[in-house]
């Protein structure tokens, strides 16, 4: 996938993951790329500067927790913010979504 068009969409992705659970982030990467069927493979290089943003906006917190293996990690977890953030970057991608289809002459789904 073209990295610019990935760009686009990363944080409405991680938003989205978010929106279902509270996770940490080699969770985040590696889900994502299960529910995308490996169509989006983030590096921690690309994802922590995403989760940062994230973080600064007030769209996500964060708390640490105890792994089973001992070692603390950081979950992120969506705010109120965040979802109304979501929220707004799904509608854009619907108007978006449907422009491309109707100028690629796809069938429009909905």
């Known amino acids: 996938m073209d990295k610019r068009y990935m760009a686009l969409a990363t944080s409405m992705l991680v938003l989205k993951l978010l929106d279902r659970q509270s996770m940490y982030g080699y969770q985040i990467i590696r889900e994502l790329e299960q529910q995308s069927q490996n169509v989006f493979r983030l ?16 769209a996500v917190s964060t708390s640490q927790q105890l792994a089973d293996n001992g070692r603390i990690r950081k979950y992120y977890a969506i705010t109120s913010h965040g979802q109304k953030l979501l929220d707004e970057k799904e509608k854009e991608w619907r108007v978006y979504e449907s422009a491309v289809n109707q100028v690629m002459g796809g069938v429009l789904f909905g």
């Open 43 to 58: 590096q921690e290089g690309t994802l922590y500067p995403v989760l940062h943003a994230l973080e600064q906006q007030g």
